[in-house]
């Protein structure tokens, strides 16, 4: 069964620091995928990253893809107010589903 | 952009009875998901459904729930006799070619059973 583990799961910072957010499995993903989750909203799609040791940027937030895809991070410079969320990495199973993190809800206080 | 849209926002209903939650996906969109996420609890897959047939359910869904493709728009999940631990939320998703692209997800119904 392919599991993906993310940490932490839950994340209290003040406006302007960074942080990092992992989502870790044993087993290796064609892809992994990032979703940020508003309140009462579904999953919105932040990034997909593909190869192994890709990183890709999205304006403060940086995604990274382990070299044996077995891993990814993201991570988030001088954070924002806005950027208060959960965020959930996924992954496609062999069949093609979407393997779900458990979250992390990230409160970033003015 | 286009979205997927989900009807009801949120659904109360009585333990035993059966309810239809509604999903308009992506119009050029061929392939269509539901999930669901227990409050608390992970996002979880139940179906994918592509050329009017399941292409894979988990071991949630079983023959309490089935999915339909009613015509040329609507995707919807129907649960024959609920039970409490059914409350939760049910997300649809599509995605354009094959299960391997981004799927667009709804922004859920809130099912409450009571």
């Known amino acids: 069964t392919q599991l993906l583990e993310q940490s932490p799961q839950f994340l209290s910072i003040q406006e302007g620091e960074n942080l990092t957010v992992y989502c870790n499995s044993s087993?290796?993903?064609?892809?992994l995928q990032w979703y940020r989750q508003e309140p009462g909203e579904g999953p919105v799609l932040l990034v997909t990253?593909?190869?192994?040791?890709e990183v890709k940027k999205l304006k403060r937030l940086t995604f990274q893809f382990g070299d044996a895809r077995k891993d990814s991070s993201l991570h988030i410079t001088a954070a924002q107010p806005g950027d208060t969320g959960l965020y959930l990495c996924?992954?496609?199973?062999?069949?093609?589903?979407?393997?779900f993190g458990q979250g992390t809800t990230l409160q970033v206080k003015p | 952009e286009p979205e997927v849209t989900q009807t009801p926002s949120h659904q109360v209903t009585q333990m035993g009875q059966e309810v239809i939650l509604r999903c308009v996906p992506i119009?050029?969109?061929?392939?269509f998901y539901w999930y669901r996420q227990i409050l608390g609890q992970k996002v979880e897959f139940l179906v994918s459904?592509?050329?009017?047939?399941?292409?894979?359910k988990s071991e949630i869904f079983d023959d309490q729930f089935s999915v339909e493709r009613p015509d040329g728009s609507n995707f919807t999940l129907k649960i024959r006799s609920t039970k409490l631990e059914d409350s939760a939320m049910y997300f649809c998703?599509?995605?354009?070619?094959?299960?391997?692209?981004?799927?667009?997800f709804g922004d859920g119904t809130r099912l409450s059973i009571l």
């Open positions: 998703a599509s995605s354009e070619t094959n299960s391997y692209q981004p799927q667009h």
């Open positions: 119009s050029n969109h061929l392939y």
């Open positions: 996924a992954g496609f199973s062999n069949t093609g589903k979407l393997i």
């Open positions: 087993s290796v993903f064609s892809s």
């Open positions: 990253v593909v190869t192994g040791g």
């Open positions: 459904f592509y050329n009017n047939e399941i292409s894979e």
